[in-house]
């Protein structure tokens, strides 16, 4: 018995000053903002033209740690973007088509409404409109992506403190003669219709500055997608308990669809370019973690030869819809480390939720 105990106290005090650390016990630094990325419909292939079709390098390169997702959804093999931010925006499967609710149409908690209840400020920023199925995720709940008009009146009371995007006439025009722009003045927004400028004095910023999408870049958006970004940075950093950021590049996944490889490309510069902008901001804050991925690939798209010309890359598309194949997460800053492997989408918010300061 004696021995026991003697035993006991030697292997304790062995323990406190040699305890050896396993990967599993290294403490994980917590961030105080979370920013998440989603270029809509960016597989490999298309991060890949990047780097082949960009003028400057590519800010994806930038990030120390890199993983894989399987985009699957509950109902399908191929997600859509509804059931795929629906699972990083509330841990959970469902079914295509889904905004925020389970399989049986019961609504999920999202990442907004728990962060919201930590004092932490949020911001949704897209090149759709805002209650496209990506932004929609995380604020609304709905059984399908098609209900532009009750998703847009979920965003008043909702607990966004920040958006930009598109969408005016689910707002202003809608079919059930409401004009929601009054809703948002009763909750404590100030809203522009018109540019993209600060609002200091605002209680809550919202911009809603074209009616259905946001121009392609092609077509003149200009940088709003990277100046809204730092717009929202500017105004969310100031809270004390942090922030929680989503920003979309919705119109990669459209050059997709239309197999349109200089829509995409452009698209996905814009996206870049983003990137480096909140790259910049995380590396100087030292507070953040980013978390850069897709909801699904789409296109089937791949950078092949052009012909037997090895030495010349000719785009091309095997689907007008999306693909099954995993897509890439990029992270960087305080718990970046815990998004390397592979592992499923729903997987991204179960990791934020464990990164969240007490
Ligand atoms: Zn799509």
């Known amino acids: 018995m004696k021995k026991t105990v003697l ?13 050896i650390v396993t990967p599993e016990e290294t403490e994980v630094k917590k961030p105080k903002n979370i920013i998440l990325m989603i270029g809509d419909g960016t597989g490999l292939s298309q991060i890949s033209a990047a780097q082949y079709f ?25 997600t859509d973007s509804a059931a795929g931010a629906t699972a ?19 609504k999920v908690q999202n990442m907004v409404e728990l962060v919201s209840q930590k004092g932490m400020q949020t911001g949704l920023i897209a090149t759709s409109s805002i209650t496209h199925a990506t932004p929609a995720c995380f604020f609304a709940h709905s059984k399908s992506r098609d209900f532009h008009e009750e998703i847009a009146a ?34 404590g ?41 730092l717009l929202a940075v500017q105004r969310l950093s100031q809270n004390e308990k942090g922030f929680f950021m989503m ?5 990669i996944d459209w050059g997709g669809h239309d197999n349109d490889a200089p829509y995409l490309i452009s698209e996905l510069l814009d996206f870049d370019s983003t990137i480096g902008a909140i790259l910049d901001f995380a590396e100087k804050n030292g507070e953040t973690l980013v978390v850069v991925t897709a909801d699904h690939e789409t ?8 012909g037997d010309d090895y030495n ?44 969240l300061q007490e």
């Open 299 to 306: 296109g089937g798209f791949t950078l092949a030869s052009d």
């Open 312 to 355: 010349s890359i000719q785009p091309t598309f095997s689907t007008h819809g999306h693909s099954a194949t995993m897509v890439p997460v990029f992270a960087y800053g305080p718990g970046a480390e815990i998004f390397s492997g592979i592992y499923k989408n729903s997987e991204i918010f179960h990791k934020i939720k464990t990164l």
């Open 154 to 187: 979920q965003l008043p009371t909702s607990e966004i403190n920040f958006f930009a995007g598109a969408g005016l006439q689910y707002f202003n025009k809608r079919e059930d003669g409401k004009n929601l722009l009054d809703d948002f003045s009763e909750n």
């Open 54 to 78: 960009g003028k400057t390098p590519s800010n994806y390169t930038r990030f120390p740690i890199t993983g894989l997702i399987n985009t699957s959804s509950e109902s399908d093999l191929i």
């Open 247 to 251: 920003v979309e590049g919705s119109q």
């Open 189 to 229: 927004f100030s809203i522009d219709t018109l540019k993209l400028e600060a609002m200091p004095n605002a209680k809550k910023a919202g911009y809603l500055l074209a009616d259905k999408s946001m121009p392609k870049a092609m077509e003149g958006r200009g940088n709003f997608l990277k100046d809204a970004s």
């Open 88 to 106: 990083f925006a509330s841990g959970i499967r469902t079914y295509n088509g889904a905004i925020g609710v389970d399989v049986d149409t019961t």
């Open 7 to 19: 035993l006991t106290v030697a292997v304790l005090a062995l323990l406190s000053c040699n305890k």
